[in-house]
């Protein structure tokens, strides 16, 4: 299994910044493609941003140019950086892992991180 913990989230005001950690461990060999996900009350999850592990990136076209993406695989971490946050981008935060095992698709969850943004 692999645990993802989340970290970082918190209260900041339009157009403050944040920067979320995601910590892997346990059984973490394999893992190709991690990401940032986000889910607003009333609101489906959605991709935020995610990356490879050679480095490849993508983001949401609502973050472009305002949120970074980066892991360090030496320290199994993944994060996110968050500048000129905006009151829409309140939502908790969660860090997913993906990884092929023997021709089938796994995916790991974090437990989730609250981002607010006030106006």
């Known amino acids: 299994q692999v645990q993802l913990v989340e970290s970082g989230g918190g209260l900041v005001q339009a157009g403050g910044s944040l920067r979320l950690s995601c910590a892997a461990s346990?059984?973490?060999?394999?893992?190709?493609?991690m990401g940032w996900y986000r889910q607003a009350p009333g609101k489906q999850r959605e991709l935020v941003a995610d990356?490879?592990?050679?480095?490849?990136?993508n983001y949401a076209d609502s973050v472009k140019g305002r949120f970074t993406i980066s892991r360090d695989n030496t320290k199994n971490t993944m994060y996110l950086q968050m500048n000129s946050l905006k009151p829409e981008d309140t939502a908790v935060y969660y860090c997913?892992?993906?990884?092929?095992?023997?021709?089938?698709?796994?995916?790991?969850w974090g437990q989730g991180t609250q981002v607010t943004v006030s106006s």
């Open positions: 346990g059984s973490i060999f394999s893992i190709d493609t």
């Open positions: 990356i490879t592990s050679g480095g490849s990136t």
């Open positions: 997913k892992a993906s990884r092929w095992i023997n021709r089938l698709r796994y995916e790991y």
